[in-house]
């Protein structure tokens, strides 16, 4: 099988968004949420990702609610629970019309200023009532302007617990940015990825919770790429090597839209430690002028590069088993 670990369900109904916007602007928790039909959903699944899944030959999705839109730091706590319910459940809907090809992974209702009790509950109702095997975690609710806490902190752990007891992974992912000298895609997101592989070296969460699995998204932002710079870093730390300290459980996906950089990450970091991922349909969703395919379809770039077949393999299915246990329980 090739299982993708990082879809979001980007093309929802417009209704769904738009009903957010009112929620916000209105100060209404309550907004009557609209009907959205089946086949409105199956028509935004099948024309989109349905589709694309077809062409690029990919077996199954781990699919989750669109990250810029959970918008942490636009709604207040309550606001933001409704709001993670509803797009929970739209993923749960998804998957219940296409079983074999999407599993949910849930958003979760941070806000700043506020503990993780709603977050913990609501993974406790995607995970144990709606199947999901996994969530999305935000480092920075403020949408670019880091105001809480590192993700080594105290602050977190009671959701680290949670996380442990059900064992599902969390996807590090922020949300929009907020911040003008930060463009959500194009650096929030990659900052937010080196950042929280920073914060994670400078601390020693995994001695407290050794089976706690993190995947960061987007080839691990900078962190392939300053490889040696890390390195250094846990050793002026004093530090073990980042093997032994950070990467039994950390893992990066190949959301990386060129080859050269995929061949980079697959160069520097163990196989083992490698997710497939795509993204689709998200950041970048136009063709390459270069290879004249979509920049997006990143298992083009698995296929063409000079590793082993077993290599594949495991990047493509076997990693990710790995580290979302819950798979191999609902889909084998």
Not at 52 to 75: Q, V, Y
Not at 241 to 247: A, K
Request: charged share 20%; net charge negative.
């Amino acid at each position: 099988m090739i299982i993708d670990c990082h879809g979001h369900y980007t093309t929802a109904p417009e209704s769904h968004f738009k009903w957010r916007t009112n929620q916000i602007a209105n100060g209404d928790d309550e907004a009557s949420y609209p009907e959205i039909s089946d086949d409105e959903i199956r028509e935004s699944i099948e024309s989109n990702q349905l589709k694309l899944i077809a062409e690029r030959g990919l077996d199954m999705t781990i699919f989750s609610p669109r990250a810029s839109a959970m918008g942490h730091h636009e709604g207040n706590q309550k606001q933001n629970v409704i709001w993670a319910e509803r797009n929970n459940d739209l993923i749960a809907r998804v998957v219940r019309l296409f079983p074999s090809k999407f599993v949910g992974v849930c958003q979760l209702p941070q806000a700043v200023g506020y503990d993780l009790t709603a977050s913990i509950a609501e993974l406790e109702r995607c995970v144990e009532e709606l199947g999901f095997i996994g969530c999305n975690l935000n480092p920075d609710p403020s949408g670019g302007h880091w105001n809480t806490k590192p993700l080594t902190d105290e602050y977190w752990f009671p959701l680290y617990e949670k996380m442990v007891e059900l064992q599902v992974p969390a996807m590090v992912h922020v949300t929009a940015s907020c911040n003008p000298n930060f463009h959500a895609t194009g650096a929030h997101y990659i900052n937010a990825d080196t950042t929280a592989f920073m914060q994670l070296l400078e601390g020693n969460l995994f001695e407290k919770f050794p089976t706690l699995k993190f995947i960061i998204p987007h080839g691990g932002g900078a962190v392939p790429y300053h490889w040696g710079r890390y390195r250094g870093l846990a050793d002026m730390l004093k530090k073990p090597s980042l093997s032994e300290h950070l990467m039994k459980n950390i893992f990066f996906d190949t959301c990386v839209y060129h080859q050269p950089g995929i061949d980079l990450l697959l160069e520097v970091i163990e196989n083992k430690n490698i997710l497939f991922g795509s993204e689709m349909v998200g950041a970048v969703r136009g063709i390459d002028p270069l290879t004249g395919f979509f920049f997006d379809d990143t298992k083009r770039y698995i296929d063409a590069a000079k590793i082993s077949q077993p290599e594949k393999r495991a990047i493509f299915s076997e990693n990710v088993k790995n580290v979302f246990p819950r798979l191999e329980i609902k889909a084998y």
